[in-house]
């Protein structure tokens, strides 16, 4: 008798754990990723946060959440690395969120592939947009800036799709050849990785592989991305090389996705450089 009740338990427990264990694995609630960048060239802590993939999807009532959770960083910069906005779905969330946060935090912005697969016309609405609320279009420019008396330079080059960026990037290298400073990129595809390298970027920061779409945790760091196939190398965390540290975003695409996320939640990064 005793043996049979251990095996109704046994019968119970073990669905229940999967049913947990996928649960757990679907969920797509927002989550704050930090990191923290220490370099020789910061004199002033910095705190960056950085937003990819957006794709227009909703975090709440006019992006009410999302706007929360940046403001909680108390960021002193805000980067935006591509498809912020998407081809098929509105602009609407996008612009409510860079209406919330354009105005109270220097906003930087490079193109992704979706803003230019929506077309000539929608890729002029969009620019529109971040020209309305003086966000810093960085597409094949440099801009020094000074962030608590710390001077820093900031680059961003257009998505390949638009057939600008090795133009772009190597004008970006002829301008920066004797900039001391420290020195960022922002570009939507890390898998240009060892292109960064060579440009000798301090930090480069990116999106574009939503994370590898299926993960499973401390074992595959994602299992498919575009432009990098399966089980792709740069698909999100920090990477470095010589004197260059890349990080990736997995982003914050969830109802556009057309793969459900697992285990691979959208986020929010946040990076402190010290």
């Known amino acids: 008798m005793k043996i049979m009740k251990e095996k109704k338990k046994i019968k119970i427990i073990i669905p229940s754990i999967f049913i947990l264990l996928l649960l757990i694995g679907f969920y797509n609630g927002l989550k704050i990723r930090n990191y923290v960048i220490e370099s020789e060239k910061i004199t002033s802590p910095i705190r960056i946060v950085l937003v990819t993939d957006l794709h227009s999807c909703k975090y709440g009532e006019e992006e009410k959440n999302l ?33 919330a946060v354009a105005d109270k935090y220097p906003c930087y912005y490079v193109t992704g592939n979706h803003e230019y697969y929506a077309g000539y016309e929608a890729y002029q609405d969009k620019i529109a947009i971040l020209e309305k609320y003086q966000v810093t279009i960085l597409n094949g420019m440099i801009e020094n800036i000074t962030i608590k008396n710390q001077e820093i330079t900031i680059c961003g080059v257009e998505d390949p799709v638009s057939g600008n960026f090795d133009k772009q990037f190597k004008q970006i290298q002829e301008l920066l050849e004797n900039n001391n400073n420290y020195k ?16 000798n970027f301090d930090l480069v920061l990116a999106g574009h592989a939503h994370g590898g779409q299926w993960r499973i945790p401390f074992i595959l760091n994602g299992l498919y991305a575009p432009d990098q196939g399966l089980f792709p190398k740069l698909a999100g965390g920090v990477y470095q090389k010589e004197t260059t540290t890349m990080i990736v975003s997995r982003g914050l695409a969830r109802e556009t996705t057309r793969i459900p996320r697992i285990y691979n939640r959208p986020e929010l990064v946040v990076i402190d450089l010290e």
């Open 67 to 99: 706007i929360q959770a940046v403001e909680e960083q108390n960021p002193d910069m805000i980067t935006l690395s591509g498809d912020i906005f998407d081809d098929e779905k509105a602009d609407t969330n996008t612009e409510y969120f860079l209406k």
């Open 184 to 199: 960022i990129l922002l570009s939507h595809r890390p898998e240009l990785f060892e292109d960064y390298v060579t440009a």
